[in-house]
């Protein structure tokens, strides 16, 4: 089971950390990623890690002001959010896919319940 903490509301500009932790389950074996979910929108590809930690990939909108990163022997996913605008709102959503990393929805086989990520302008 996965389970994402870190949402809330920021001012642009503000920065939030989001977690990912995993229980029953050991994540390091898996690509994770974050993907993201705004009102009326599709679920969006944010980030994703390699299981060893070592190969990411980002959104184009979210290079250089996000950073994903993962500490397998806490089985925790992070993800860091600077420079936040309100086009990042969204409910953020933490998966884990067997294969090597992707940002496919269709390759990520455990889903995390997500946390609100809310910015103001």
């Known amino acids: 089971q996965l389970q994402a903490s870190g949402g809330g509301l920021v001012q642009a500009g503000g920065s939030l950390n989001l977690s990912c932790a995993a229980s029953g389950r050991s994540l390091s074996l898996y690509t994770m990623g974050w993907f993201r979910r705004a009102p ?11 299981w060893g930690g070592d190969g990411t990939y980002y959104v184009g909108s979210v290079k250089g002001r996000f950073t ?12 860091q959010m600077n420079s936040l605008k309100p086009e990042d709102t969204a409910v953020y959503y933490c998966a884990a896919a067997p294969g090597g990393y992707s940002n496919k929805f269709q390759d990520y086989e455990f889903w995390g319940k997500g946390t609100q990520v809310t910015v103001s302008s």
């Open 40 to 50: 009326g929108k599709e679920r969006e590809f944010v980030a994703t890690i390699s």
């Open 68 to 79: 994903i990163s993962r500490d397998n022997a806490k089985n925790t996913v992070y993800l």
